[in-house]
Antibody, heavy 122, light 108 residues
């Protein structure tokens, strides 16, 4: 059974780059069955999809964040990562990683990591 | 702003049936998936596709779709169903992913 765990700094300074890693266990990140995604949730607000990556390296980003986001995969470590540059206080959120399945007319995220709070503050 | 629209809040009496809706043009072509999120916890998938429940999700949860609207129905709502519910699907282009703004369900 897949399990995902986010890791990374909980505090990032404004204008710097937020970097998070998601470690996948219980399955291979190289599986052709899955995409791997990042979703965030500002305090008290809803979910926002950041982007997803396929094991081959193909990426799909939210247009509102695309200029600042890079998602990459490290198959040797069974991990995928998120980098968000030039952060501001508006990027303060709980960041989740999740596995995603896409069958053309439907996609879903399951399971999710527990989430990690990243605060942008000087 | 989200391409999927949900009512911000819905309430239901204990044991009654409630329907939570999600509207968007992309739902004419793509199915919605539904997530339950309790305070301080990660979202949990409850319905995906036409009407599929992951293992461990009670059968009181069901999904349906008509036109540009997807619905999550809880038949016989329990106190433990009080949570935020989010829908997600592809966007209108079919290339990207979107989430609805979420619905806070209160069980009275």
């Amino acid at each position: 059974q897949l399990q995902l765990q986010e890791s990374g700094p909980g505090l990032v300074k404004p204008s710097e780059t937020l970097s998070l890693t998601c470690t996948v266990s219980g399955g291979s990140i190289s599986s052709s069955s899955y995409y791997w995604g990042w979703i965030r949730q500002p305090p008290g607000k809803g979910l926002e999809w950041i982007g997803s990556i396929y094991y081959s390296g193909s990426t799909y980003y939210n247009p509102s964040l695309k200029s600042r986001v890079t998602i990459s995969v490290d198959t040797s470590k069974n991990q995928f990562s998120l980098k968000l540059s030039s952060v501001t206080a508006a990027d303060t959120a709980v960041y989740y990683c999740a596995s995603s399945i896409d069958y053309g007319d439907v996609n879903w995220f399951d399971p999710w990591g527990q989430g990690t709070l990243v605060t942008v503050s000087s | 702003s989200s391409e999927l629209t949900q009512d911000p809040a819905v309430s239901v009496a204990l044991g009654q049936t409630v329907r939570i809706t999600c509207q968007g043009d992309s739902l004419r072509s793509y199915y919605a998936s539904w997530y339950q999120q309790k305070p301080g916890q990660a979202p949990v998938l409850v319905i995906y596709g036409k009407n599929n429940r992951p293992s461990g999700i009670p059968d009181r949860f069901s999904g349906s779709s008509s036109g540009n609207t997807a619905s999550l129905t809880i038949t016989g709502a329990q106190a433990e169903d009080e949570a935020d519910y989010y829908c997600n699907s592809r966007d209108s282009s079919g290339n990207l992913v979107v989430f609805g703004g979420g619905t806070k369900l209160t069980v009275l």
